[in-house]
Every structure is written in C-alpha cells, then in structure tokens.
C-alpha cells in the first residue's frame, strides 16, 4: 500500500529562520503536490512538482522534488507569521485514482 | 476560490441521522472525488466518479453512498450517523479522470458535526 510520510509533523519557528519539511512516499510517482490548509479551510494549491528535478517557488516557499530517491521538500526561507499553517503533500496512488496525502506538517511561526 | 462549491459549509445532525452533501465541481470538470478529513485518519479517499460513472473507491463505509448526476454535480449521502462521523468532507473536480495527467482542485469543504 502506498505510503506517504512527512516530518516532522509539528514545527514551530523564529520569524526569520529557515526550515525543510521532507515528503517520503513508496510509490514511483512522478507528480507530487504541496497543498497549505489554514484551520477548517480548504486546501489551497501550493506547488505541482511534475518531473524528477523540478523545482519551483512562491515567495518564501521552494518545493523540489526527486523521484528517484521518492522524496520531496519544501523549504521556508526567512519565515513570517503568515506561513503558520498545515502543509501536506500528496501523490497519486500510481492508477491516477487517488491522491494519497501525507500526515501533514503543522508550521507555527513565532514573533 | 477553486471553483469547486460544496453545501451547506456547516452541519450538525444527531446520530442515527442521515444527511447529504453537495458538490458542484468547477465549469468543464468531469471527475469528482470525496475526501474526508478527521483528526485521527487525516485525510482518507472515498470515491471518485468520472462522468457519471464511479470510477475508483476507497475506504468508504457501507452507510456512505454517492453519485454524480448527469449534470456532474455530485452527492454524497451519509446515513446512520455516529459520532465518529463528525469531520471535514471535502470535494475535489479535475478535467480527466487520471490524476497522473490531470489536477484536482478541493472546495470549501462541508464540516459536519454529529452530536
């Protein structure tokens, strides 16, 4: 069974500081998501990492991916309050069925 | 705004009670897939219907049901509620019915409450 793991689960940050979150995943998909979620909200389209090697960024936020390795991470440069949220990650479950989404991070960003 | 609406946004109901939830997938969009969303299970798969069709299901419970009508709007039909039930339900529409080549966008979601 497909299996997607992200860590850690909780982080909580100085404004200014730069972190990793890391997205393993046992299939060998070659699409991945990063979606963020504010509490009872919707979850919001971050990245879609396409192929081995992308790399894309938005602001404070870079995601990669390596599809050889199954592993992904989103990096947070310079971190300010308005990124505390949860972030998860997702693949498709390697039919195009589902996707199967990680724990998901919870990021708190302290003044 | 994905485009994707769900209703009602909120809803509580008592157990043993049934309910249904509303999703009108973005203009174009022929596949619909529930999710839903609990602090214990994160966020579980349910069922995916592709132009009226069901097309692949999850962990869904036999007291949970669905469809999509021919106008591509889709149902999804909870019955004997426990409290368990209790979480955020969401939908998801994408153009093709292959999430390899395709991408799904998510609604609000429909937070529902059994009490």
């Known amino acids: 069974e497909l299996k997607v793991e992200q860590n850690p689960l909780f982080l909580s940050m100085q404004e200014g500081k730069n972190y990793t979150i890391y997205c393993n995943y046992s299939t060998t998909s070659d699409r991945l998501y990063w979606y963020r979620q504010d509490p009872g909200k919707s979850l919001e389209s971050l990245f879609v990492?396409?192929?081995?090697?992308a790399v894309k960024q938005e602001g404070r936020l870079m995601a990669s991916l390596d599809t050889k390795a199954r592993l992904s991470t989103l990096h947070i440069t310079a971190a300010v309050h308005d990124l505390s949220a949860t972030y998860f990650c997702?693949?498709?479950?390697?039919?195009?069925?589902?996707?199967?989404f990680g724990a998901g991070t919870i990021l708190r960003v302290k003044s | 705004d994905s485009g994707v609406t769900q209703t009602p946004k909120h809803l509580i109901t008592a157990t043993g009670q049934r309910v249904t939830l509303r999703c009108s997938p973005r203009s174009g969009d022929l596949s619909v897939y529930w999710y839903q969303q609990s602090l214990d299970q994160g966020l579980q798969f349910l069922i995916q219907y592709y132009n009226g069709e069901e097309r692949a299901k999850g962990n869904i419970l036999e007291r949970f049901s669905a469809q999509q009508f021919p106008d591509l709007h889709s149902e999804l039909n909870l019955s004997s509620l426990e409290l368990g039930d209790s979480a955020l339900y969401f939908c998801?529409?994408?153009?093709?019915?292959?999430?390899?080549?395709?991408?799904?966008?998510f609604g609000q979601g429909t937070r529902l409450t059994v009490v």
């Open positions: 998801a529409s994408s153009v093709g019915v292959n999430l390899r080549y395709t991408e799904a966008f």
């Open positions: 997702a693949v498709d479950d390697g039919y195009g069925n589902k996707l199967v």
């Open positions: 990492l396409l192929s081995n090697g």
